[in-house]
């Protein structure tokens, strides 16, 4: 079974550009996580999906961080402007389902440098 | 809002010594469950605890969920090298009908050969 695929793997910008990541979740996971984790820290979520709808977005900073899950299966996190505080490993997760206890599968990250 | 806090945040030992971890919510939790993050990797999930003073084994580890299900901890018995990682324990979001998990910001064990 292949797992949660992320692209790009790493990716160095200057602060104020843009960058976007992609995430492809296991084949039939219907919920969709994507989470940043600082160095040193545990995961931070960031938003989450189930199948096409944002289930909650709380932590995650609009002004400037931006995500989709079109079709329910792939999705993107975009951020627009980056700050240097934005360097950190984003990581996506999928789950079967939302709701009772399921184990999350993590794909391998996107480490995001700010210059 | 919720807090799960673990201790310590870093752990060196010998190879054949145990480690243990020790992660503590600041509410009640209808289940922990617990990740190794290899250095360089991603979160792996290792297990779910769900009952009061619940009690499971992996091998040499060995994970327990306290009685008041506010606290949890993993023991690992005779540490190898391949046990190098950070350790997280990881927790639901109480009340709501949203499902997500809050976590630790782990624990960090070396261990030298």
């Known amino acids: ?115 | 809002g919720q807090q799960v806090m673990q201790i310590p945040q870093y752990q060196h030992v010998q190879e054949g010594e145990d480690f243990t971890t020790y992660c503590n919510s600041s509410t009640t939790l209808s289940n922990i469950q617990w990740y190794k993050q290899r250095p360089g990797g991603h979160p792996v999930f290792l297990i779910q605890l769900v009952k009061s003073g619940e009690v499971k084994k992996q091998k040499r580890l060995t994970f327990q969920f306290g009685e008041a299900k506010k606290n949890s901890s993993l023991h690992i018995t005779a540490t190898q090298t391949t046990d190098v990682g950070t350790y997280f324990c990881a927790g639901p979001n109480s009340g709501g009908s949203n499902y997500k998990l809050t976590f630790g910001k782990g624990t960090l064990l070396t261990v030298n050969p």
């Open chain 1, 1 to 115: 079974e292949a797992g949660v695929a992320q692209s790009p793997r790493y990716k160095i910008i200057e602060k104020r550009q843009s960058v976007a990541f992609w995430c492809n979740p296991i084949s039939g996971h219907a919920t969709l996580y994507w989470y940043q984790q600082i160095l040193g820290q545990g995961p931070k979520l960031l938003i989450q999906f189930q199948n096409n709808g944002v289930v909650d977005d709380s932590q995650l900073p609009k002004d400037r961080f931006s995500a989709e899950r079109l079709k329910g299966v792939d999705s993107t996190l975009k951020i627009q402007p980056a700050k240097l505080e934005d360097s950190a490993v984003y990581l996506c997760a999928s789950s079967p389902r939302t709701g009772g206890s399921n184990e999350q599968f993590f794909g391998p990250g996107t480490r995001l440098t700010v210059l």
